[in-house]
């Protein structure tokens, strides 16, 4: 009893005094001084991890494919005293993908976070009746375009001695939807992507994570949730019985880019309300 005693206090001696634990207990989620690219990033799930960044101290940068929607983006975070960019960018064209990075060197001196979050889905029904063109758009945006924007960005991370690279995949890419069949195996290529992309970048101290929502409240899901047969069918599925909201997954990403997560490289973490995801 009494050496067990003694053993707590060292250990929690070492604790108070030791310099690593001591800088963890600072301010492990801030991201003041950081700069973060989030693509797609005018509405929905990426609007919503802009702000979670932002409101961690981090300078984001928006972007979606219209003019409008930046501005519009760019002034709600504004009002909510976030530092800033935005610009038009389409992620599935090359130009535009260096448009945004270099927009960002120029304006933020550097790239510290990039949030990968842009995926299409141009087509409902039976696999077998999907087309190249299809596979083509889907890969295309969703899969390649996270891989392309990465590489653009990594050797500027490097330059500042590490970053985090995230992307957004979907409880899909586990459990293939009905009808969704070619979006559901862009997002489970996110994972594998994820896992292939980690150990390398590990060498520069970048991390690179995945998270995989369920069904979350957006325009992208609103022929989901619109749909109230639908939803009664997910919420059998679902543990937590409702709809999951942009901010949630937000904040799960401001967390994987955080110090509080410095020892998670690799991984994707299920966002769903509970729904039983594995491969
Ligand atoms: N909502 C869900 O239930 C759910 C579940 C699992 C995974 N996800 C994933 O979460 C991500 C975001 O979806 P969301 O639900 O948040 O969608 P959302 O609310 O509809 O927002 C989509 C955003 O993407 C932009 N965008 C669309 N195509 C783009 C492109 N080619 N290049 C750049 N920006 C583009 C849109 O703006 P513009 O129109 O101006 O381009 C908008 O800002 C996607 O990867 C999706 O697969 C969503």
């Known amino acids: ?35 973060a690219i989030v693509t797609a990033s005018t509405d929905g799930i990426g609007l919503a991890t802009a702000q979670a960044l932002g409101k961690r101290g ?24 976030i530092q800033v960019t935005g610009t038009t960018c389409n992620v599935g064209i090359g130009a535009d993908r260096e448009k945004l990075v270099q927009m960002t ?3 933020c001196g550097g ?8 995926a299409v889905n141009p087509f409902f029904g039976n696999i077998m009746d999907s087309t190249e063109d299809v596979w083509d758009k889907i890969l295309s945006v969703n899969v390649k375009s996270a891989f392309l924007m990465t590489k653009l960005v990594v ?11 995230v992307f957004v995949s979907s409880v899909a890419g586990y459990q293939p939807m009905q009808a969704l069949g070619p979006y559901s195996v862009s997002k489970t290529a996110l994972l594998g992507l994820t896992r292939a992309l980690a150990p390398e970048l590990a060498h520069s101290n970048i991390r690179v994570n995945c998270v995989a929502p369920g069904i979350i409240k957006t325009r ?45 490289t690799g991984e994707t973490i299920t966002v769903t309300g509970g729904i039983n995801c594995r491969l």
């Open 111 to 118: 790239i510290d976070i990039l949030v990968s979050n842009a």
């Open 220 to 264: 992208f899901s609103s022929a989901l949730w619109h749909n109230e047969d639908i939803i009664d069918e997910f919420k059998k599925m679902l543990s937590i019985k409702r709809l999951g909201e942009p901010e949630e997954i937000g904040g799960v990403i401001a967390f994987l880019c955080s110090e509080e997560a410095s020892y998670i």
């Open 58 to 81: 981090a300078h984001v940068v928006v972007s979606s494919r219209r003019q409008a929607n930046v501005d519009k983006a760019v002034a709600l975070l504004q009002g909510q005293s």
């Open 105 to 107: 060197l120029d304006q």
């Open 155 to 165: 050797p500027h991370m490097t330059k500042r001695g590490g970053g985090n690279v």
């Open 1 to 35: 009893m009494l050496c067990s005693q003694v053993m707590l206090g060292s250990v929690f001696r070492c604790l108070r005094t030791s310099p690593v634990a001591g800088k963890r207990s600072m301010s492990q989620s801030s991201l003041a001084g950081k700069v």
